[in-house]
């Protein structure tokens, strides 16, 4: 397991990382995964968790964790980006996990965190509508409290690794206003149906419930503060994402830049790709301060969070979208096929682009939270 590691520390966290990755994600590894029925390796989750301990670094000691700063995590998910791992790493490691810690219910989370830190329990969160609305207050889902406790009726749309989780976590309508819950995936009523998504890097799902048999987390009426952490967590890990994707489409785009000829010279001695090449390094690098700084809002829990998450994936997914489409550029034709892994990349920049919001829904969100 990797130990916790101080901002000095963070080059050695990033070349493990890398190393890790490189071997047991190499581009053969991600094609075979992508096309697999459940879309992540349980091998690779489970060597995640016991190698490296990646599934613990969000998570508190007190419940099996490794008390990780968010801009370290941030580290280790820009790897992710890189290497385009397929993993419920998001849903589960860093979505679910800020949940639970923002409710304060000490028991669900002794109950639920130890099993996700030592990666044998996958979570997810499900709070996204038809319209892809990502807010807790929309009312697909509503609970009911009976005699034998609360059961949930509705559907939650795009739920990330909604169909492989054994847990999942989903806000409901209650009297006392939304709420979260916490469902099994062998609760009878319950049903997950994958989607087909142009990224088959990231699996998405809808999820039925019809009278499924439910656990309150925290107190009825809060969930739109719970969820509100989880969704600024989930947006600076997305970013840090974003930015280990960027980073790598721009080095193939150099590295092919040199060794690709014409008119008996590199294309990289053209002026014309000189130009692109450092416009993409210009968004890239932006992209990488964009994200580090929201994580850094988080972990010194800044009332600024909210305001550089949206401002964050805003600019890193178009950041991302324009390297990962001029890498294709500069590629050619074979940048077009789909044997090539620029268009693996490619297809993670536009699913990741409109996760969680598009450019447009975190725009006016953060004019909101600046009283505009």
């Known amino acids: ?46 060597l ?155 699996r998405q799902a809808d999820l039925t419930f019809e009278d499924a048999d439910a656990f309150l987390i925290g107190q009825a009426g809060a969930a739109d503060g719970y969820l509100g952490r989880a969704f600024d967590a989930g947006l600076a890990a997305l970013a840090a994402e974003q930015v280990g994707g960027a980073r790598r489409v721009l080095e193939m785009s150099v590295e092919y830049a040199k060794i690709r000829h014409q008119f008996g010279r590199p294309i990289g001695s053209f002026q014309a790709i000189k130009h692109k090449c450092a416009d993409m390094l210009m968004q890239v690098e932006c992209a990488a301060t964009a994200a580090h700084a929201v994580g850094e809002a988080i972990d010194e829990n800044s009332a600024e969070t909210t305001t550089l998450a949206s401002l964050a994936k805003a600019y890193c997914s178009q950041a991302y979208c324009g390297v990962a489409a001029e890498n294709i550029q500069v590629h050619g034709g074979i940048g077009f096929t789909w044997e090539h892994a620029a268009h693996l990349y490619f297809r993670r920049a536009k699913c990741s682009q409109v996760l969680f919001g598009n450019a447009t829904f975190h725009r006016q969100r953060l004019l909101k939270e600046l009283g505009l």
Not at 8 to 36: G, I
Not at 73 to 85: D, I, K, N, T
Not at 191 to 200: C, E, Q, S, V
């Open 48 to 202: 995640m968790a016991d190698q490296l301990g990646l599934q613990a670094l969000l998570i508190p000691s007190v419940y099996g964790g490794a008390d990780f700063r968010f801009v370290d995590v941030q580290v280790v998910v820009e790897e992710m980006g890189r290497a385009l791992v397929c993993a419920p790493y998001l849903s589960s490691a860093v979505l679910v996990v800020h949940a639970l810690l923002a409710s304060g219910d000490a028991d669900r989370c002794a109950e639920l965190l130890p099993g996700i830190a030592d990666g044998t329990r996958i979570a997810a969160l499900a709070f996204t509508d038809a319209s892809g609305c990502w807010e807790a207050t929309t009312g697909e889902v509503h609970a009911h409290h009976g005699r034998h406790g609360w059961t949930l009726r509705g559907r939650r749309r795009f739920v990330l690794d909604g169909a492989v989780a054994d847990r999942i976590l989903v806000a409901a309508i209650t009297p006392a206003g939304p709420s979260l819950f916490a469902v099994d995936n062998a609760a009878a009523g319950f049903r997950a149906t994958p989607l087909a998504t142009i990224d088959m890097t990231r």
């Open 1 to 46: 397991m990797i130990a916790t590691s101080a901002a000095s520390e963070q080059d050695d966290l990033r070349a493990t990382a890398r190393a890790f990755f490189a071997k047991h994600s190499d581009e053969p590894a991600v094609r075979s995964v992508m096309m697999s029925t459940d879309g992540y390796d349980p091998d690779l989750w489970r």
